[in-house]
């Protein structure tokens, strides 16, 4: 009896001070947001809480009959499905060639292809939109040379979301591509061995060895990505604001707009949660198909 | 439930060791760590109440100061002045960047830690008010003898009235106007800038015939509603109706002057994409561009690009109006207005400072310092701003410039809708028509709250 009193006073004594931090900082804002969802709360009320009306579902509602909803969670959508597996290929891809035998000063390069992780996105995005300038982005000086004609790749409204995933992709490949490097070290490596003297060719060996071996390295890096790309926010915000024509408008920076530009809280928190909940979905779809996967 | 000693039973023997060595130690200070743990969070909590709370509890003399940008930066230094001529009052200055400032100023008045006086751009004044952060001014400009009413160009004045109650001073004023490169326009036969919209289309074509193809004869950025909403006004189009609770876009005035104005982009006389524009003063030094409809901002900036043998090639007009009947068409009353905070507690203080800040010599000396174009018009008097020629046109322009719809609902009109509705047609996405149905549908959506406040105070 005595033991467990003293079992309680432990943790209390050690997550209480992280449980209460939690519970200030991170639950009490996410139940206020989502009773503020079924409000109209806005500038209005900010100054008088009499002005707000509790309104059910209107929020919600009306956010599904909102063109520019669609437009940012189809923009969103596009360029998680672009982004996100471009994003796993290049920092696998990069990871095996990193761990490759050949390779020399591993360390240099890991560290050139991890900088930009660690570089402040706004100076990223900013050097970015010099690249992709009309007239005198280095972008358009490279293709010069194979005779392709200027484009403005943030102006027009096709490309301006490919330069976007372009960007984001270089920005993130880095930080995935150490954590396969740390997969790839940890497949033992006689099962190499084994295949080598077995007569397994090198693309037999990365289908049946290293693929199924890196498979929750993968579970994990993709859930990471696709998470953090539904949150897509401040590579368009500094380099398009979500022009041309909305092309490149995204969930989040809807959210931002409608909440702390024009202060209507309670769409901006309505909207939060259908993100919110799209990114779990996300996230079980992600869980279970990795899961067949692996025992098909 | 497995308690935690079992657990570490399982463990390596030195790891068990440190542990009950651990535990022993917890049992026999527990009860007296556990109440010194409370009283540490509690006093760490409350310490950090109380240096939040630090910024509003200084002496009863100072009082705080938000400006954004570069009034924040500069002004400072007209506050020793201030300080000298009352004697034991403290000004403290904070300054806010323009991009935060909104967010700044709510979040401060809803911890309700609003500054004692600030700026505001004026077209924010209708949402602080509002907001109820902001005090009437009407009896403290009854006793004032610096600022008296008929000292302020009107439209400027009427942009901090709000159902007949003032809520702010003007303190610099700014609006919009043709800037154009003289010589060119000269080329296409036009020694004085276009007075009437036919004059400016006419002269737009014209000079277009004489530049090569990737070169503009005017600028009109869909990512600016300013012009759109200033022609619009120029046509006698009433933007908002039923006492601005309902968008009245789709009017036949407003129609035609924002085709006027879409038709430049349409037919290749002004640029499409924005992107295509990085530094408008480089590409006025290029001729890229040559005809643009800006704010006094841009003045030093152009005085900075344009040198040697363009020092002299470009200059400033009034706007031009849609018919020739009166010269210079309507503008807007931009600029930035003084406010007090409702909630402070020094608002003597705080009123003196706004006066002395509207005083004919610090207006002239904020020009000096900054360039910001003085509200009170005895300024104007002063040579500096009497000599400059490109202040002429701005001085013309103020007698004749309105406000826009004061609601706190106007920005979000105009930045996120309209802009958005000028690039869908100026792209072919959308014709006229529809842009401005669909512009309506929306502001009549973002105007629901406000016609629901209105019934219920009848």
């Known amino acids: 009896m005595n033991s467990r009193n003293n079992n309680v006073k432990a943790l209390v004594f050690f997550l209480g001070p992280a449980m209460l931090a939690i519970f200030v900082f991170f639950c009490i804002p996410v139940l206020s947001a989502f009773v503020i969802s079924f409000t109209d709360f806005d500038i209005y009320s900010l100054g008088n809480f009499s ?10 509602t009306q956010l599904f009959e909102d063109p520019l909803f669609w437009i940012a969670l189809r923009n969103t959508f596009f360029f998680v499905i672009l982004a996100g597996p471009l994003s796993v290929a290049v920092s696998l891809f990069s990871a095996l060639l990193l761990n490759a035998k050949l390779v020399k000063f591993k360390g240099i390069f890991r560290l050139t292809y991890f900088m930009p992780v660690v570089t402040t996105l706004i100076a990223v995005a900013i050097v970015w939109r010099f690249i992709y300038h ?27 979301m490919p330069a976007i995933v372009l960007m984001s992709v270089w920005k993130n490949f880095g930080y995935n591509m150490i954590i396969f490097i740390a997969g790839l070290n940890n497949i033992p490596s006689d099962l190499y061995e084994a295949a080598t003297i077995e007569g397994a060719s090198w693309w037999q060996q990365f289908r049946s060895i290293t693929l199924p071996m890196l498979a929750p390295t993968t579970l994990f890096i993709s859930l990471i990505t696709m998470i953090g790309y539904f949150q897509l926010f401040a590579e368009p915000y500094i380099m398009t604001q979500g022009g041309p024509l909305n092309k490149t408008l995204s969930i989040v920076q809807y959210l931002y707009q409608e909440g702390f530009r024009w202060w209507n809280m309670g769409y901006s928190a309505a909207i939060a949660f259908v993100l919110f909940f799209i990114i779990f979905l996300g996230s079980v779809i992600q869980t279970l198909v990795q899961k067949k996967l692996k025992h098909a | 439930m497995k308690n935690l000693s079992s657990r570490i039973a399982n463990r390596p023997r030195f790891v ?10 917890w049992r026999s200070v527990s009860s007296v760590k556990s109440a010194c743990y409370f009283l540490f969070l509690f006093s760490f909590l409350s310490l950090s109440l109380s240096l939040s709370c630090n910024k509003k509890s200084s002496s009863k003399t100072e009082i705080s100061f938000w400006a954004m940008g570069a009034e924040g930066e500069f002004v400072q230094k007209l506050v020793p002045e201030f300080e000298k001529q009352n004697p034991g009052i403290k000004v403290k200055v904070q300054m806010v960047p323009w991009t935060a400032a909104q967010e700044k100023l709510v979040t401060a008045y809803a911890s309700d830690n609003s500054p004692d006086v600030y700026q505001l751009g004026n077209t924010w004044v209708p949402q602080f008010s509002a907001l109820g952060a902001i005090e009437n001014l009407d009896s403290w400009i009854q006793k004032s003898s610096t600022i008296k009413r008929e000292k302020y160009f009107e439209g400027i004045w009427d942009t901090n009235v709000l159902d007949g109650k003032v ?27 276009p007075k009437t919209w036919d004059e400016l289309y006419d002269c737009s074509k014209k000079i277009k015939a004489k530049l090569p193809a990737e070169k503009y004869p005017i600028y009109i ?3 600016e509603w300013a012009p759109f909403v200033i022609f619009g006004l120029q046509a006698n189009a009433q933007l908002l109706k039923n006492n601005n609770s309902y968008g009245n876009f789709q009017s036949k005035e407003f129609q035609y002057a924002f085709s006027y104005l879409i038709n430049f982009i349409k037919q290749d006389l002004a640029p499409m994409s924005v992107s295509q524009v990085t530094n408008i003063y480089q590409a006025f030094a290029g001729e890229y561009l040559n005809m643009y409809i800006s704010g006094p901002w841009n003045i030093n900036e152009f005085k900075k690009w344009m040198t040697g043998d363009l020092a002299d090639k470009w200059m400033t007009a009034p706007l031009p109006n849609m018919s020739g009947v009166k010269y210079p068409g309507v503008s807007l009353a931009g600029g930035s207005s003084l406010v007090m905070s409702g909630h402070s507690k020094k608002k003597e203080l705080a009123w003196k400072f706004i006066e002395y800040l509207s005083t004919t010599k610090i207006q002239v000396e904020l020009y000096h310092l900054i360039n910001d174009l003085p509200a009170v018009k005895d300024a104007w008097e002063d040579t500096s701003l009497k000599d400059d020629i490109y202040l002429e046109a701005f001085y013309d322009q103020f007698q004749n410039v309105v406000a826009t719809p004061k609601i706190p609902e106007w920005e979000q009109i105009v930045f996120s809708k ?4 000028a690039e869908y047609t100026a792209r072919g996405v959308m014709t ?3 842009a401005m149905k669909a512009m309506d549908q929306d502001v009549n959506k ?4 406000r016609r629901w406040m209105i019934s219920r105070n009848n």
């Open chain 2, 432 to 434: 006229v028509d529809e």
């Open chain 2, 446 to 449: 973002i105007l629901e709250k």
């Open chain 1, 134 to 160: 009309p007239r005198f982005g280095l972008l358009n000086y490279l293709l010069s040379f194979i005779h392709i004609n200027p484009v403005d790749w943030l102006g027009n409204p096709f490309w301006a």
């Open chain 2, 167 to 193: 809520y702010g001073i003007p303190w610099y004023v700014d609006t919009r106007i043709l800037f154009y490169r003289k010589d060119v326009l000269a080329k296409a036969g036009y020694s004085v800038p």
């Open chain 2, 418 to 421: 309209l802009q958005q509705y």
């Open chain 1, 51 to 60: 002005n707000a009306r509790f309104i059910g579902l209107r929020n919600y």
């Open chain 2, 16 to 25: 068990k060791q440190i542990n009950a060595d651990f535990i022993n130690l």
């Open chain 2, 221 to 223: 950025p869909t990512n």
